[in-house]
């Protein structure tokens, strides 16, 4: 292995759920050597999903009591409806380990509180982690201080690219764009395909040449020095079958009002969920 945050770490990394987004970060971890499997040890209540882990060469376990007495990290991967009756089984981790945490909308404050720990730090990765294409957003009050944001940085680092930001409120809009973001993209992906088959391209075509478009275009954006309008005004031609398809995409109630409510609801949604009450 080369030179990876195991070198760093004395003891255990454990995950905490590992559903989807837990996956999709272990698989992140396992593929870029950045940590040894062996040393990380994943608790996932449902037999399936701890197999699929298993899979990847790390320890599973079903429940926290199994796990070993000390760890250096901590990463909670559970949904946030779970949080208030899970995370205090992880107190016997304060004095020793740092906690990460991705669940949408609960706050540092309320980790605080949960985990008698002032080392924690929340993160909004998203799914493209898994094969090294995500982002991801960190945000720790204690960041420099108590938290070791080196070795966050360095886990989400073998995702894709890493933002780490000085006010809190940032997570809760990242988790509206780069968070729920691939979603609304596969359904672009959806409704091109769809779109495609009504215009009398057969199927396989029609989902090949979505993906390939949002891919292809994606990838440009990011190698290009231009901005997003400028590369849209270069595929536009006057009076062009492009500008005849935008000319909907921007009408009044077009894409750009639809996305704003998208995001909207789904930032407002963060917001909701760091304000429940335990139970609610």
Known sequence: MNSNLSDQLGRSL????????????????VDSRLIDPRQVHVVEPLSSLRERAASLGVITHDTVTTLPPDADLVVIALKPQIIEQELPKYRRYSNSAAFVSIAAGITCERLTRLLSSTRVARAMPNTPTSIGKGSTIIFSDRAGELFPTEWVVALFNAGGAVHLV?????????????????????YLIECLADAALKLGLPSTMARDLATETVHGSAALALASKDAPEELRRQVTSPSGTTEAGLSVLAGDDGLSSLILRTTRAAFDRSLELASQRPGS
């Open 14 to 29: 454990i995950l905490v759920g590992c559903g989807n987004m837990g996956y999709a970060l272990l698989q992140g971890w």
């Open 166 to 186: 000085a006010q809190e409120e940032f997570i809760d809009a990242a988790t509206a764009i780069s968070g729920s973001g691939p979603a609304y993209v596969f």
